[in-house]
């Protein structure tokens, strides 16, 4: 029954679901994203004006708070899932096709330095709210 009440003006590409809630993500081709409720059926957040083209790339962060979005408007969106309000948009100059959060510690290029970076800026002020860096990996039409 929730699958048929999956919908958007376009085509669902991508469905996602959240390892530890009852949630899932869907994406279309019209740019828009969503966060199901699985127990109540029923959408609870759509996160739009993130994309202007087709989003078929969707990841969670390993703290599962936020959500990662690629689309083929060559941006990477990461949602707030709590509140579905976007936290930032990364420009990744390619149309995108799939999306990985690298785990910390990776061995990737750049990925010990913008973890570094992110934990030194969380501890400047007091009572500032902690960010953690968010590595990520992207495969579109440039590989």
């Known amino acids: 029954a929730l699958l048929s009440s999956i919908s958007c003006s376009g085509i669902v590409l991508r469905v996602l679901f959240h390892p530890k809630q009852l949630l899932l993500f869907s994406s279309c081709d019209d740019g828009e994203v969503r ?3 699985l127990v109540t059926k029923s959408c609870v957040h759509s996160l739009k004006g993130g994309h202007m083209s087709a989003v078929p790339a969707l ?3 390993p703290d599962g708070w936020h959500l990662l979005s690629g689309g083929r408007d060559k941006v990477v ?5 709590r509140n579905g309000a976007r936290v930032v948009t ?3 100059f390619e149309a995108l096709e799939g ?4 785990p910390a510690g990776s061995a990737f290029p750049g990925a010990a330095a913008a973890a570094q970076a992110g934990s030194s800026s969380s501890s400047s002020k007091k009572g ?3 960010h953690k860096a968010l590595c990520f990996a992207t ?3 440039k590989g």
């Open 35 to 37: 966060i199901w409720d």
């Open 139 to 141: 495969a579109g039409e």
């Open 77 to 81: 969106c990461v949602w707030d899932i």
């Open 128 to 130: 500032s709210t902690a």
């Open 90 to 92: 990364v420009p990744v």
């Open 59 to 61: 990841a969670l962060s």
């Open 99 to 102: 999306i990985a959060v690298l």
